[in-house]
C-alpha cells in the first residue's frame, strides 16, 4: 500500500508530496510482525503552482504503475486545504482521499466532512508518527533522491515550543527554514502507521475519492 503525503504549504512555501509504501513481512495470528514504511518518492511543486495543477500533479503519481488502486492520498485540509480535498475527491483518483486539519490540540478525532470524513490530528501526534517509525526501525529513506537532503534538515530543524497560552508549536519555519517536506512524510507515516495508533485500518465512510 502506497500513502502520499500531500502538504500545501503556506504563502512563502511550496507544496511538498512524500510517496511512502507500506510493507508488511511475515505474520502470525493475523497480525504483521514486521513492517517498513519505505520513503519512494519526495519532491516539492514550485511555489505559486495553481491547486489544480498540484491535483493534476498527485493524479499522475497514483496513476503511474504500481500505484494505482494501491494507496491513500493524506491531504493537508487545514485553511485552504479544504478547497484543494474537494479538487481531489472531484478528480475521482480511484483511492481513499484522507482529509487532516492540523490542530494544536490534544489527541486525534475524526469529524465530519461535506462529502466524505476527515481528521483533526494534532502537529505533534504527525511529527511523532514519523519519530517512532524512525526508533522503531520501520522508516527507510532513500540515500539517492531528490529532496532526500533537505528532508534530512527539516526532521533536524524541527523544533517545539510553548507559547504564554501554554499551546505547544511544532515547526522549523519559524526559525528560517522550510518544514513542508517533514509534513507530507508525517502526514503519510500518520496514516500508514493508524491502525497500530488504535483507530483501525479501515477507511472512513465515504472517503474513497
Not at 491547486?51 to 500505484?67: A, C, F, K, N, T
Request: proline share 3%; glycine share 14%; hydrophobic share 45%.
Amino acid at each position: 500500500m502506497f500513502y502520499i503525503g500531500l502538504d500545501l504549504g503556506k504563502r512563502r512555501d511550496p507544496a511538498a508530496i512524500a510517496v511512502v509504501e507500506s510493507v508488511e513481512r511475515g505474520s502470525a495470528f493475523q497480525a504483521p510482525l514486521y513492517r517498513t514504511l519505505g520513503v519512494r518518492q519526495l519532491e516539492r511543486v514550485a511555489l505559486g503552482t495553481p491547486y489544480p495543477l498540484v491535483v493534476d500533479r498527485v493524479r499522475e503519481i497514483v496513476q503511474s504503475d504500481g500505484v494505482q488502486g494501491e494507496c491513500v492520498v493524506v491531504a493537508d485540509a487545514t485553511g485552504v486545504g479544504d478547497a484543494v480535498v474537494d479538487l481531489l475527491r472531484r478528480a475521482r483518483l480511484g483511492c481513499e482521499i484522507c482529509a487532516v486539519t492540523i490542530t494544536g490540540g490534544e489527541g486525534s478525532r475524526a469529524h465530519a466532512w461535506p462529502g466524505g470524513g476527515g481528521w483533526n490530528v494534532p502537529k505533534q501526534d504527525l511529527i511523532g508518527a514519523v519519530q517512532v517509525a524512525l526508533e522503531k526501525g520501520e522508516l527507510r529513506i532513500a540515500k539517492r533522491m531528490r529532496e532526500v537532503g533537505s528532508l534530512v534538515r527539516e526532521l533536524l530543524d524541527l523544533q517545539m515550543t510553548t507559547k504564554s497560552s501554554g499551546a505547544v508549536r511544532i515547526g522549523a519555519d519559524g526559525y528560517g527554514q522550510h518544514d513542508d517536506l517533514a509534513i507530507a512524510l508525517a502526514l503519510a507515516c500518520w496514516r500508514a502507521r493508524r491502525g497500530l495508533n488504535g483507530f483501525g485500518v479501515r477507511a472512513l465512510p465515504g472517503v474513497n475519492g
